[in-house]
């Protein structure tokens, strides 16, 4: 038979000698290569403790912003859901009632909005997709939990507090031209909300 390559070799079941049969050569040599590792540079971290070092544009847990006064962001337009390859988002839109312009931005808001973790793939199109920058992915891990219904996120882990300083800085993972953008007050994304003002983008954008 002609041999494909020359790496083929022939299994010989050759009888154990005596030291062999006893074991303890073969025990020993285990042993030093386990004493071995022992000394080398580890390759695991104590997690979570300790933490890998992540790419800056990491794409993590999901936040859905406030604005500026507070208000939740969230239109209930349901793009992001649309959008979503893994169909992990699901929302129930509701009316804003008088007196609730502090809570929510506008009229429409979500009563209920939900991410399933464990189908989310983290490839961030619903963050592309939602026109009133409402939820955004940001560089934290989505903790590991025990229960399939654990990883079913609801507001209540979703919505940033309503506190300044404990906002949830999405800075890091924003590039350069999407800062500018941010930056230009022209678009209305930009506009401070002001709820007596009916508010729009000028003219061309
Ligand atoms: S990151 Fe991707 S998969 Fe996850 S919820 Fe957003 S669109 Fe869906
Ligand atoms: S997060 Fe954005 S895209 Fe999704 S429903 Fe809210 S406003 Fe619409």
């Known amino acids: ?115 399933n973790m464990l189908r989310c793939i983290f490839c961030g199109l619903c963050e592309e997709a939602c026109p009133k920058e409402a939820i955004f992915l940001t560089d934290r891990i989505v903790p590991t939990e025990f229960e399939r219904d654990d990883f079913v996120y609801g507001k209540d882990k979703l919505v940033e507090p309503t506190k300044k300083d404990e906002r949830i800085n999405i800075g890091p993972r924003q590039t350069q031209t999407t800062i500018d953008f941010k930056k230009n007050p022209e678009y209305a994304h930009n506009l401070l909300w002001d709820p007596n003002k009916k508010i729009g983008p000028k003219k061309g954008h």
């Open 1 to 115: 038979m002609q041999s494909l390559t020359n790496r083929s070799k022939v299994v010989v079941k050759k009888e154990m000698s005596f030291a062999e049969k006893l074991y303890l050569p073969a025990v020993a040599k285990g042993m030093m290569i386990t004493m071995s590792h022992l000394f080398k540079k580890k390759v695991t971290i104590n997690y979570p403790e300790v933490e890998r070092p992540r790419a800056e544009v990491y794409r993590g847990q999901h936040v859905l912003k406030r604005d500026e006064n507070g208000a939740e962001r969230c239109t209930a337009c349901g793009l992001c859901a649309v959008a979503c390859p893994a169909e992990a988002i699901t929302m129930e839109a509701a009316e804003r009632k008088k007196g609730e312009e502090g809570l929510y931005r506008e009229e429409k808001y979500a009563a209920v909005y939900e991410i």
